[in-house]
C-alpha cells in the first residue's frame, strides 16, 4: 500500500538551529526490551532503562519532528492531519458520537502539541478503590520530583491581558487566580540543555499546541528522548506494531508484528514486520496501547476481561468567549512566531482551581494558536455575519483589517478539566483502529458545572459563549455537548488483580485464562503510559503519567533482574 507524505523527512536549517536527529532507519528482526510509543510513557522508561544498561529499541508509529517544521498557517494544520491514507500526521483527531478526541502523532508523543503544564493530582484522586494499594501522591512524589528536575517547569510572571476574565470567575467562587507550571523556557538564554538540544527562550507566541517552532517547549524529544540515544537507545520511526504474541525462537518471550512505512519517491510504502524480544513495554497512548492489546487479544492472547473499560476523558471540556466587549484581548496566538508584536502565551498561564479533593474542576485560559485561529475567523464571522458587527465584518473582509479591531481578536479559549466517571469503552473499528464508546458521557454533571462557570466568563467579558467551537460543524446525531478529550486515559487500567483490573501496580500485564490466583502475569509484557490510569487524574496528566512512568521503569529492572 502507498500513500503520499505529509512533508520531507529533511533536516530544518535557517532561522532556529538544527536538532541533531535521534532516528535510525535500521529495524532489526530481535531486540532484548522494545518500547513502543514515544510518550510521557515510552520517553521516560527508554531513559531510565537505557541508563541502567539495557539494550532498548523504541519503535514509534509517527515521523521525527523538529523546530521549525511544525505547522505554521491552517494549511500546513490540514495537510497534517493523520488519516489512513496520510498516515504521518502529527494530529490524529477522531470525531465520533459519543467523546470527541485529539492525540499527536510523532516521535515525542503527547508531548509535541501539549500545553506544557506540569500540576500534579489532588491526593484525594487516589483514594479511589481502583487504584492498587502503595499507588498514591505520597509515594509519587520522590518520582514527581525526579521529572521536574528533567522538564525544569516555570511560572509565567506576568499575567498576559486575556486571563482578565478570570479574575471575576474567582471572586465569584472567593478562590485566587492562580500561576501554572509549564515545561518551557521562558527565562534562561538561548543555550543548549542539560541534554544537548538548544532550547531558546519563549517568545511568548502562543502556538505551543501546534508545536513550538521557537524550540523553547521542554517536550520528550528535547529532553527524556536524548537522553535515551545517548545512553544507547536505538530509535525507529514510521514503524507500527499490530499484535502482540507469543515467540517460537528460543530465548526470547515475545513476538511483535506490525508494518513499517518508508519513503519510495513521492509516497510512503507498507512494509510487514516481525520482531522478537525478551520484554515488551506498551506506551502508544491510552488509546493506542488498549487497541493493540486488543488486536492481540483477538489473536489469542489471554488478557483480562477488563480490557478496553475505564476510558476516561479527563473531564476535559473547552469554550470560546467570542468578540468580547472589553478591549482586545489577544487569546489567538502571534502570526510571527520569533518576533511577536505581543507576549500571548504561552498557551495556559493561569488558573482557577475548584477541585476539592478528588471532586471539582480546573479553569484554565488557552491561548488559540495562529493555524487555527485563521480557521475560526472565517467560520465563526460566517455564523455571526447577520449581527452587523463591524468586528466580525472585518473577520469576513477580504483585504483583512488593521490588527487589533476583528472578532477573532476579541476572543479567548477556556480549557476544564476533573472529575469524569471513567466509564467508557474502548473496542475496536473495522479497521482495527480504537473506538471510545460512551454514550451518556455528556450527561455527567461535571460537564454542566464546567459550562456555568464558561458561561460565567463569557458574561464577565461581554461576549458570545460558545460551549464548544466544534459543535459549529456538528454532524446530525451528535449531541450539542458531546465531551472532546485530549487527556485520553485508561483502558489497559491498573487493578489489584485481574478481576478489577489489567495490569498490577508495577505495570504487569495480567494473564487472562486460567488465573487461579488473579495475580499471574505475563513475563516481561508491561503497560507504561497513560492507558494504565484507572481514574481521571482532574489535572494536566503528563506530570502524573511520567512519575508512574519514573516509577514503572525502577520496579521493572527489579523483576526483569529476578527473573531468570
Known amino acids: 500500500m502507498t500513500t503520499t507524505p505529509t512533508t520531507p523527512n529533511t533536516h530544518t536549517t535557517g532561522t532556529h538551529p538544527t536538532w541533531p536527529r535521534l532516528e535510525t532507519e535500521h529495524l532489526p528482526t530481535d531486540a532484548d526490551t522494545v518500547i513502543i510509543g514515544s510518550g510521557f510513557g515510552g520517553s521516560v522508561a527508554a531513559a531510565r532503562l537505557a541508563q541502567a544498561g539495557k539494550d532498548i529499541l523504541l519503535l514509534e508509529r509517527g515521523r521525527e519532528w523538529i523546530p521549525g517544521e511544525f505547522p505554521d498557517d491552517f494549511a500546513s494544520v490540514r495537510r497534517n492531519i493523520r488519516t489512513r491514507h496520510n498516515p504521518m500526521g502529527l494530529f490524529d483527531l477522531a470525531l465520533g458520537l459519543d467523546v470527541d478526541r485529539l492525540i499527536a502523532n510523532g516521535l515525542g508523543g503527547g508531548s509535541l502539541i501539549y500545553a506544557n503544564v506540569m500540576l500534579p493530582p489532588e491526593p484525594e484522586v487516589f483514594n479511589d478503590p481502583h487504584w492498587p494499594e502503595g499507588i498514591n501522591l505520597r509515594t509519587l512524589t520522590p518520582y514527581i520530583g525526579r521529572v521536574r528536575a528533567m522538564l525544569r517547569p516555570e511560572h509565567v510572571q506576568r499575567a498576559p491581558k486575556h486571563v482578565e476574565p478570570l479574575t471575576g470567575l474567582a471572586h465569584?467562587?472567593?478562590?485566587?487566580?492562580?500561576?501554572?507550571?509549564?515545561?518551557?523556557?521562558?527565562?534562561r538564554p538561548n543555550e543548549p540543555n542539560p541534554h544537548g538540544i538548544q532550547q531558546n527562550t519563549c517568545t511568548h507566541c502562543g502556538n505551543c499546541v501546534t508545536g513550538c517552532n521557537v524550540g523553547a517547549k521542554t517536550t520528550m524529544r528535547a529532553s527524556y528522548l536524548p537522553l535515551a540515544h545517548s545512553a544507547g537507545a536505538r530509535i525507529v520511526t514510521r514503524t507500527e506494531v499490530r499484535t502482540i504474541e507469543p515467540s517460537p525462537k528460543p530465548h526470547h518471550r515475545w513476538r511483535l508484528r506490525g508494518?513499517?512505512?518508508?519513503?519510495?519517491?513521492?509516497?510512503?510504502?507498507?512494509?510487514?514486520?516481525?520482531?522478537?524480544?525478551?520484554?515488551?513495554?506498551l506506551s502508544a497512548g491510552a488509546l493506542g496501547t488498549t487497541a493493540l492489546l486488543l488486536r492481540s487479544s483477538a489473536a489469542g492472547?489471554?488478557?483480562?476481561?477488563?480490557?478496553?473499560?475505564?476510558?476516561?476523558?479527563n473531564a476535559d471540556s473547552l469554550a470560546l468567549s467570542y468578540n468580547a466587549g472589553i478591549t482586545r484581548q489577544a487569546g489567538i496566538g502571534a502570526r510571527d512566531q520569533f518576533a511577536p508584536d505581543s507576549e500571548y502565551g504561552p498557551t495556559i498561564a493561569r488558573m482557577i482551581d475548584r477541585r476539592n479533593g478528588a471532586h471539582g474542576h480546573l479553569i484554565q485560559d488557552a491561548v488559540i494558536p495562529y493555524?487555527?485561529?485563521?480557521?475560526?475567523?472565517?467560520l465563526l464571522a460566517g455564523r455571526f455575519a447577520l449581527s452587523g458587527d463591524e468586528r466580525i465584518y472585518c473577520d469576513l473582509r477580504p483585504g483583512g483589517c488593521p490588527p487589533g479591531c476583528s472578532a477573532i481578536e476579541h476572543s479567548q479559549l477556556w480549557l476544564a478539566m476533573g472529575t469524569d466517571e471513567a466509564n467508557g469503552t474502548v473496542r475496536l473499528g473495522p479497521r482495527g483502529e480504537p473506538t471510545v464508546h460512551w454514550p451518556d458521557a455528556h450527561r455527567q454533571n461535571i460537564y454542566r458545572q464546567q459550562q456555568d462557570d464558561f458561561a460565567h466568563l463569557s458574561e464577565t467579558g461581554e461576549s458570545i459563549h460558545i460551549s464548544n467551537p466544534r459543535?459549529?460543524?456538528?454532524?446530525?446525531?451528535?449531541?450539542?455537548?458531546?465531551?472532546?478529550?485530549?487527556?485520553?486515559?485508561?483502558?489497559?487500567?491498573?487493578?489489584?488483580?485481574?478481576?478489577?483490573?489489567v495490569i498490577d501496580r508495577d505495570h504487569r500485564v495480567y494473564t487472562g485464562h486460567g488465573n487461579t490466583t488473579g495475580t499471574a502475569v505475563?513475563?516481561?509484557?508491561?503497560?507504561?503510559?497513560?492507558?494504565?490510569?484507572?481514574?481521571?487524574?482532574?489535572?494536566?496528566?503528563?506530570?502524573?503519567?511520567?512519575?508512574l512512568a519514573e516509577r514503572a521503569a525502577e520496579r521493572l529492572l527489579h523483576h526483569e533482574n529476578e527473573t531468570p
Open 172 to 187: 465569584h467562587h472567593k478562590l485566587p487566580v492562580k500561576p501554572v507550571p509549564v515545561a518551557v523556557n521562558l527565562t
Open 259 to 281: 508494518w513499517r512505512l518508508n519513503y519510495v519517491g513521492a509516497h510512503y510504502e507498507r512494509t510487514p514486520f516481525t520482531l522478537d524480544c525478551t520484554t515488551v513495554i
Open 301 to 313: 492472547l489471554a488478557l483480562s476481561p477488563n480490557l478496553g473499560h475505564r476510558f476516561s476523558g
Open 371 to 378: 493555524p487555527i485561529a485563521t480557521m475560526l475567523r472565517r
Open 471 to 501: 459543535h459549529l460543524v456538528r454532524r446530525s446525531g451528535i449531541p450539542a455537548q458531546s465531551p472532546v478529550t485530549v487527556h485520553a486515559l485508561g483502558g489497559a487500567a491498573m487493578g489489584p488483580n485481574v478481576d478489577t483490573g
Open 522 to 547: 505475563h513475563p516481561g509484557l508491561y503497560v507504561i503510559d497513560g492507558a494504565a490510569s484507572p481514574t481521571s487524574l482532574g489535572a494536566n496528566p503528563a506530570l502524573t503519567i511520567a512519575a
